[in-house]
């Protein structure tokens, strides 16, 4: 299982780390925590030692009910630190958060590797055009709706089947504009009740139909703390007990805050894997 980076063919049959950076203020988690460009350089350079694969970079916060960020405001704050990054990590693979074509586009054109799409193309009738272009990989989420209003969207008739059907409907069309390195996200947490993404983390084998790269976003969301009782930053020992779980149910890509703790969650994974397959 293999996708297209830079001209060069990346085997995801070995799991791998996304390592996420925020550079809006208000994110759930992590928000408003870099405040210059040397905070930045040290937090991508200490992801990349720790085992990240990928960068994710993201300027606007789509958390439930963020707030609206207009194009400019996500270009100001997101193109400054792709090209800071990739003057001190030429090598870094640089994903986009971002369902703005234009704001993929500018970031594609100095550097950036694959854009990680929330809305699977549907926020920007353009995006699978820009996606087609440049000839990069796509990451497809999962979503109803926008941040804004996508809480009231969690009516289901069956919530796996219904994704797959989405995903189905989203992959048919991307290979249509000759998209053909592709990777999906459920959306944990996107216009999902918290008892729906446990319903989802069960049930992830489902997607392994597509045969394609399945990337998954728990790392402390509320689906961890609220079952936990507690609050984003107390829950990395429950984001680890989930990621073994999306690790054994077929996970291509964990997209983390921590990347140490994923690669160790990784690293055990495989040994795990490797003593069930001498068997």
Known sequence: MTINCKGKLMDLSQPKIMGIVNLTPDSFYDGGQIANADQLVQKVGKMLEDGATFID?????????????????????ILPAVNLILKEYPNAYLSIDTFRSRVATKCLQVGATLI???????????????????????????????????????????????????????????????INDIIIDPGFGFAKKREQNYELLSKLKLF???????????????????????????????????HMVALMNGANIL????????????????ELTACTNSI
């Open 116 to 178: 990680n799409d929330i809305s699977a193309g549907l926020l920007d009738e353009n995006m699978f055009d820009v996606i087609a272009k440049f000839k990069v990989p796509i990451i497809m989420m999962h979503m109803r709706g926008t941040p804004q209003n996508m809480v009231s969207k969690s009516g289901y008739n069956n919530i796996a089947k219904d994704l797959i059907s989405y995903f189905s409907e989203r992959v048919a069309l991307a290979n249509q504009k000759q």
């Open 57 to 77: 970079i993201g300027g606007y916060s789509s958390r439930p009910g963020a707030d609206h960020v207009s194009e400019d405001e996500e270009l100001h704050r």
């Open 255 to 270: 997209r983390v805050h921590d990347v140490k703790e994923a690669k160790e969650c990784i690293t055990l994974f495989e």
């Open 208 to 242: 392994e139909s597509f045969e394609i790269p399945i990337l998954v976003g728990l790392s402390r969301k509320s689906m961890i703390y609220k079952t936990l009782n507690t609050n984003p930053a107390e829950a990395l020992n429950g984001t680890t007990a989930l």
